[in-house]
Every structure is written in C-alpha cells, then in structure tokens.
C-alpha cells in the first residue's frame, strides 16, 4: 500500500489517523474484528469506508501517487481523475458547510472545481463561464447529480432539487451561480 501514495510521511499519518480511528470506534463491525484479529490493525476497504470522513476519503483518493489508479475510480462516474479529485475537497467543504449548519445559497468558494467537459449533457449544463473564485453552488449541484445518475440511474435527485429550487425561491438563485437559462439546460430536462 505505501506503494499507492507518493509520500511516504503522508501514507503513515494517514494509517495512522485511520487506525486510532478503528481502536476508538463503537461500531459492531469494528469492534467484533478488534476482538477477532490481531493483524492487520486496520480493517478491510469495505469497512474502513463506512466510517472514514469524506474528507479523508478526499484526501485517500487525491494522494494516490498512480494516475491511472485515480482513473479507474473516476471511470464509473464518467469523469476524469483531473476533475474528479478537485471535486471531492469542493464537496467535503460543501458538506462541511452542511453539517455545521452553514449558509450555502449564496456562499462563495474560494477553489472552484475544475469543469468536466465530458459527457456532453454535463458540459451543457454546467455553467462553463463559473471558473474564477469565488465558485457558487450550481455547478457543484449539477456535478453532484451527474455522479448520483452514474451510480443510481433511476434517483430523482436532479428532480428533487429543481422542485426545490423552483418551489421555494429564495429570490435571487443567480447568488447560487444558478445560470438565467438553467431550467432549459439537459440535465434539468
């Protein structure tokens, strides 16, 4: 694993963030491999995900030293590791606003994602003139519910927000970086 990331200072830290994570946790899962195993002190992939931060997660991902390791992640959501790795720190700052309770309509980013121009539908509905800071929320919605569409074709998120846009106006939807024509882009169709 110490092969995956390119530093190795950085690849310790983190295990050894993550594994004062598991000897702490009162999950059921953790707990019943802390009691069953000795080796390795971290649990497997499929349950450190369930209770690593997205943020760490972010940085997991962006510090992997392989570029092509970051593409076969990136690959299922139909985007490029080059956007896909600026976007996971924009959205563990968006759901970091989230979870403290933070104004986010009209919030301002300070690091705008980068703007995937693949596939088609996404790069028309984006607002590809949104690359300066400060970044507003609309493209990082509209990221948001082409990954969502990737993995779960058949959610009504795009829907959802639209409705809860368009239901509860809060008056000023351009502080959102919301484009004047964005009800006629494809992925709000």
Not at 77 to 97: K, M, Q, S, Y
Not at 148 to 172: E, F
Request: aromatic content about 10%; glycine content about 6%.
């Amino acid at each position: 694993m110490a092969n995956a990331f390119g530093s190795h200072l950085y690849n310790s830290q983190s295990l050894g963030k993550l594994a004062g994570e598991v000897g702490y946790s009162r999950e059921t899962y953790i707990k019943h491999y802390r009691d069953t195993y000795d080796v390795p002190a971290v649990p497997p992939v499929w349950m450190v995900a369930e209770m690593i931060s997205f943020g760490q997660l972010s940085r997991w991902y962006s510090g992997l030293a392989d570029r092509s390791l970051r593409n076969a992640i990136a690959r299922p959501l139909g985007l490029p590791e080059a956007v896909l790795v600026p976007f996971a720190r924009h959205i563990t700052d968006i759901r970091n606003i989230c979870a403290h309770h933070g104004r986010l309509w009209n919030r301002g980013f300070l690091a705008p994602p980068k703007l995937a121009q693949k596939p088609i539908d996404l790069r028309d509905t984006l607002d590809q003139s949104a690359t300066q800071a400060p970044a507003k929320l609309y493209n990082a919605l509209v990221t948001i519910g082409h990954i969502i569409r990737s993995v779960a074709p058949n959610s009504t998120w795009m829907a959802d927000v639209k409705t809860l846009v368009v239901t509860h106006p809060t008056g000023d939807v351009a502080g959102m970086g919301f484009p004047a024509d964005w009800l006629q882009r494809s992925m709000w169709q």
